[in-house]
């Protein structure tokens, strides 16, 4: 479902515990965030868990960055479209065939089918790392070049860092969707992330959605940092 006031923060629920989880978001509402399942809490209680989020009313962003033959993705995201999640990914390493392929099966759901979004350059990474890879690009170019290929496979958006999104917004225009994790409020612990920003420069920068994980779930008091973070947005 589509909300009126269409939040910014996609908050990346990653707990070990289901009931620990179920009860931080019995205490947030729908309106103020959307929620992200990805591949640990997936791993560990399955689609069940995604329906009990739905049945709350929370838009759904399925995180679970498929990366395989185009047939497989393409079958994977119509059991994500069935679930009835309001986002899937895949990396955009998977290539033009694979996201083509993808977005053809969504074809069937319509209006219901979830946004697909393709994971460009990890925010974990940085230019050291993807050389490590054998990519001698830089990670701003490597994203733009990923994100065009996303963009001409007919994807809805990309993953990104918010040190891309102004160039994307600009190239792509306003209706193609930026994700961007690696965010970090003033203070927060950057832990593994390289590529991050502050939750209002990255709005400002031209991301759609911020996704946070840590600096509101590890927060003392989780419901606090969020409203926090959104009356600062
Ligand atoms: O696709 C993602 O959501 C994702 C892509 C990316 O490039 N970087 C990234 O951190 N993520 C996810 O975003 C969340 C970030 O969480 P925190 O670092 O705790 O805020 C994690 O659940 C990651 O799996």
Redesign the pocket.
């Known amino acids: 479902m589509s909300h009126l006031n269409d939040p910014k923060v996609?908050i990346?629920?990653?707990f070990d515990d289901e009931e620990a989880a179920l009860n931080f978001v019995n205490q947030l509402s729908p309106q103020d965030c959307r929620l992200?399942v990805?591949?640990?809490m997936f791993t560990y209680f399955g689609p069940e868990f995604v329906k009990k989020l739905i049945a709350k009313d929370f838009d759904v962003?399925l995180?679970l960055?498929f990366h395989d033959i185009p047939n497989t993705v393409a079958k994977a995201v119509v059991a994500a479209a069935k679930m009835g999640v309001w986002m899937v990914?895949v990396h955009a390493s998977g290539g033009p065939e694979m996201m083509i392929k993808a977005k053809e099966a969504l074809l069937p759901f319509g209006e219901k089918a979830p946004l697909l979004?393709a994971?460009?350059?990890?925010?974990?990474?940085d230019a050291d790392e993807l050389s490590r890879l054998g990519v001698t690009k830089s990670p701003q170019e490597q994203v733009l070049y990923l994100a065009t290929l996303a963009k001409q496979s007919g994807l809805d958006g990309v993953?990104?860092?918010a040190q891309e999104a102004s160039s994307l917004k600009d190239k792509f225009g306003k209706n193609f969707k930026l994700?961007t994790?690696?965010?970090?409020p003033q203070g927060s612990e950057i832990?593994?992330?390289k590529?991050i920003m502050t939750p209002k420069l990255a709005l400002e920068n031209g991301s759609d959605y911020l996704?946070?994980?840590?600096?509101?779930?590890?927060a003392e008091d989780p419901v606090a940092a969020l409203a926090a973070i959104n009356l600062s947005l």
């Open positions: 996609l990346a629920l990653d992200k990805g591949k640990e962003f995180d960055k990914n979004i994971v460009t350059v990890l925010t974990s990474m993953v990104c860092s994700i994790p690696g965010i970090r832990g593994d992330q590529r996704v946070i994980g840590r600096p509101i779930t590890q």
